[in-house]
């Protein structure tokens, strides 16, 4: 049989929007903001900037580790689950171990961690503002993610109650 329009049109199972695209959109438009942002204030060649160069690198380090390894292990554990959009495969399961068992969204933290080591690295103010938007997009786009879980698998509540949204044993 050949595969018409019409019939792909009635194989399609959502309508677009209603799986979160708009979401992964706005995503998309927050991280190229945040790599063409400016530093504001610029402090390159200030003092203050020279003072805690230790603790800029230290803390720049610490968080890009963790955001690797958020990111990496994190993608390990759902590889033939993942996809960009926040609503579940239909062929997903409910994943507790691993990453997941230190925080229930670790490629969203992976982001929020390298965008605040780097604001704090480069003491950059309107990175920083960037990094606290993306914190209150991400914990929206992830309780929406949340909702449908819970739908698709009830225990996804207890699990929640044990585990932190971004940051182990924090937040």
Not at 30 to 56: K, Q, S
Not at 87 to 106: A, F, I, K, Q
Not at 151 to 170: M, Q, T
């Amino acid at each position: 049989m050949i595969d018409m329009p019409e019939n792909r049109i009635s194989k399609r199972k959502h309508q677009w929007g209603t799986r979160g695209e708009l979401l992964v959109t706005f995503q998309f438009i927050l991280v190229a903001t945040f790599i063409v942002l400016p530093d504001f204030p610029v402090l390159t060649h200030t003092e203050l900037y020279a003072r805690v160069a230790i603790f800029r690198w230290l803390l720049l380090v610490v968080t890009w580790v963790a955001a690797l390894l958020l990111g990496a292990f994190g993608s390990m554990h759902i590889k033939e689950f993942l996809t960009p959009l926040p609503y579940p495969v239909d062929h997903n399961r409910l994943v507790t171990t691993g990453m997941y068992s230190l925080v229930r969204h670790p490629l969203y933290s992976s982001q929020l961690f390298l965008a605040f080591g780097w604001s704090i690295f480069s003491l950059s103010l309107s990175h920083l503002l960037l990094s606290v938007f993306g914190l209150l997009f991400f914990s929206y786009k992830a309780s929406r993610e949340e909702k449908w879980l819970t739908e698709r698998h009830p225990e996804y509540a207890d699990y929640a109650l044990r585990v932190k949204r971004f940051i182990p044993w924090i937040y």
